[in-house]
């Protein structure tokens, strides 16, 4: 029998477990609180899995287009119009995907080819850098300003250069709650101008900002959107991140790249929910009041943490909240969070895994889209630390 380590040739020869398996394990070793993953703790609405039942029984069961189902993509279509007035074709530039994350490696498997560069920023999320490696990419890092995790656009240009093919942006910002601003999107405008970058926005959480700040897309600036594949999931609307159904949408020449390779890697997505969200999308209440929704959340746990040793900026967007420790301990932040969970019962995440040099720093990440309860417990484990 021959040694299969001889004989493959690893794509991926680094890559192990991913940091929320990891701790997401280890919580349940532990039988530890979870505020480590990115998914609610609460219910889906109840209307909406009626509504996938009703589908089901209906005979929606088998293969829907490859591309999505009509319906839904239409009503997704007038969504985008009705939220931020910009317009796309339902039957070439919008494509259902099994989840964002699939919807981000075929638009990275799409684009970047062997010895491409991609630009990417750190703290970012794990999923962007073993995409561009398996297709043979480079991925290039643009470290956001370590205290702020803003954008520091001058150094940022300098690490653009004639191989870069592929900027991927995140707003609101996974793991840091950072939004990009209008002068972001200025600036960045100006880089890209003449080349034939194309970018690849995750905008997954584009219905979560807090305190008045509204999610700004680079599909807001005319220049911009004609080179723009947008990533989006219903699974962090609608609370089933179960479900993995999400979309990609951009000008019809790019989604038309994406579709040659999303055919073969899912075909089509799972057709009696498709059927349910092209009803349900219709309540529009359920993402235009998701920022209310989530504010409150995070509200709540912040006033329950005030007491505590951790310092903490308020998260601009998403479900979730840096806590810096540096006043607590000075272990690196893998082995503080793990000490969290066997010390104290309750599971984070850490921030350097979110760079590719596991840049040293103090700042865990919780995510507040849970129960009231489970918050309160949370914020009481972490103000006795």
């Avoid at 293969?63 to 239409?74: I, K, T």
């Avoid at 609101?172 to 601003?181: A, E, I, V």
């Amino acid at each position: 029998m021959p040694s299969y380590q001889s004989i493959i040739y690893s794509k991926l020869p680094r890559v192990g477990e991913s940091i929320f398996s990891e701790m997401s394990q280890l919580a349940l070793k532990h039988n530890a609180l979870n505020v480590s993953q990115g998914f609610p703790d609460f219910p889906v609405d109840p209307s909406l899995i009626s509504l996938v039942h009703e589908k089901m029984k209906q005979g929606h069961n088998q293969y829907a287009p490859s591309y999505g189902l009509p319906l839904l993509r239409e009503k997704i279509a007038q969504k985008i119009w009705n939220t931020t007035g910009i317009e796309y074709h339902p039957e070439t530039e919008i494509t259902i995907t099994s989840g964002a994350t699939q919807g981000l490696y075929t638009a990275i498997s799409a684009f970047v080819r062997e010895d491409d560069e991609a630009l990417i920023f750190e703290p970012a999320y794990d999923s962007y850098v073993p995409a561009i490696k398996a297709n043979g990419g480079l991925a290039v890092y643009a470290e956001l300003e370590p205290d702020t995790f803003t954008y520091d656009w001058t150094k940022i240009k300098r690490a653009i250069t004639q191989q870069t093919k592929v900027i991927i942006l995140n707003t609101p910002h996974n793991p840091t709650g950072n939004l990009l601003t209008e002068h972001d999107l200025e600036r960045l405008e100006n880089l890209v101008d003449g080349s034939d970058i194309i970018i690849i926005s995750d905008e997954v959480y584009e219905h979560m900002t807090f305190d008045g700040r509204k999610h700004v897309s680079p599909t807001s600036r005319p220049k911009l959107a004609e080179r723009t594949v947008v990533v989006s999931s219903f699974g962090k609307v609608w609370h089933n991140t179960g479900w993995k159904v999400g979309y990609v949408y951009g000008p019809a020449e790019l989604i038309r790249e994406i579709r040659k390779l999303h055919q073969f890697l899912v075909f089509s997505v799972v057709t009696p929910i498709q059927h349910a969200y092209a009803e349900y999308i219709d309540r529009e209440d359920t993402y235009l009041e998701l920022s209310d929704f989530y504010q409150k959340k995070r509200d709540f746990f912040l006033s329950l943490m005030e007491g505590s040793r951790f310092s903490f900026r308020p998260s601009e967007g998403s479900f979730f909240q840096l806590l810096n420790y540096e006043g607590i301990s000075d272990l690196p932040d893998e082995d503080f969070v793990k000490d969290l969970v066997k010390l104290n019962g309750i599971a984070t995440i850490p921030l350097s895994p979110f760079y590719h040099l596991k840049t040293k720093g103090k700042n865990i990440r919780v995510c507040f889209a849970k129960s009231d309860e489970t918050l309160e417990k949370a914020a009481e484990i972490l103000c006795k630390i």
